[in-house]
């Protein structure tokens, strides 16, 4: 596939087919995302492919919980937003559908622990190369060493055909999740990415801001055009 198609059709996928998703496939994905750049070289990041059913199970278990509470806010926001001003809006979901795409998400999430393969991307914290610790907020320079390599291996496998869906939710089960996986100590869950056979077709037209309200040129403001 054209790199331009593989990207604009790369989306959260909500819905699998049950077929497995063969070890070479994965295989043939991490081989080509682990070439993502990653501070200093230090390569901190590693992949548990989870596909045995009882683990699964366990992780479909605590999705559910801080799912639960993200959808029911989440709703009370599109209800806040529509009653405002009469005119359905996009959420924080980047859906031009905003109850659908929570339908969806619902679906997807009551099914956590059945689909195909969750794919747990593991950070080496101590070999990220965060250089912005020292500025009062909360850091984010840390998570460049390892989620260029994540979309890359979500990219991989839409480039054969495979759908994904990142998601975040249950890092906060770090602890637990570590335990049921055997992650050593110094590993922390940075992702879990859903991955199996698409049950759709692979959309065409995803929602995103266009690019003249997001890339500026020498002053913020200062829209790049084309
Ligand atoms: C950092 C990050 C965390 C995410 N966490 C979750 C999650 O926990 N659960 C979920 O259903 N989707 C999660 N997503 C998926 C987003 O909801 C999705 O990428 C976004 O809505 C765009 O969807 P689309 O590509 O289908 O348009 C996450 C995405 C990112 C980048």
């Not at 009469?86 to 059945?114: I, Q, R, Y």
């Amino acid at each position: 596939m054209e790199l331009s198609d593989v990207m604009r059709s790369q989306n959260a996928c909500r819905y699998y087919k049950s077929d497995d998703v063969p070890n070479s496939v994965l295989y043939k994905a991490i081989d080509d995302a682990r070439f993502g750049p990653q501070g200093g070289n230090r390569q901190p990041t590693r992949f548990v492919i989870v596909k045995d059913p009882a683990k699964k199970k366990r992780l479909g278990e605590l999705y559910m919980i801080p799912w639960s509470a993200y959808a029911a806010s989440a709703r009370e926001m599109n209800k806040a937003i529509v009653a405002s001003d009469g005119t359905e809006k996009a959420t924080n979901l980047g859906m031009s559908n905003p109850e659908k795409a929570l339908d969806d998400a619902d679906n997807f999430a009551a099914n956590f622990g059945n689909h195909p393969a969750i794919v747990v991307v593991c950070a080496d914290i101590a070999e990220t190369h965060p250089t912005d610790t020292e500025l009062g907020r909360l850091s984010i320079v840390g998570g460049g060493s390892v989620y260029p390599i994540a979309q890359n291996f979500c990219l991989a496998l839409r480039n054969q055909g495979v759908a994904t869906t990142f998601t975040t939710l249950l890092c906060m089960y770090e602890p637990e999740i570590k335990e049921l996986l055997g992650l050593p100590e110094e590993w922390a869950t940075a992702a879990f990415i859903v991955a199996g056979y698409p049950e759709k077709p692979f959309p065409t037209k995803l929602f995103r801001h266009p690019v003249e309200t997001m890339a500026y040129v020498d002053t913020w403001g200062n829209s790049l055009t084309n």
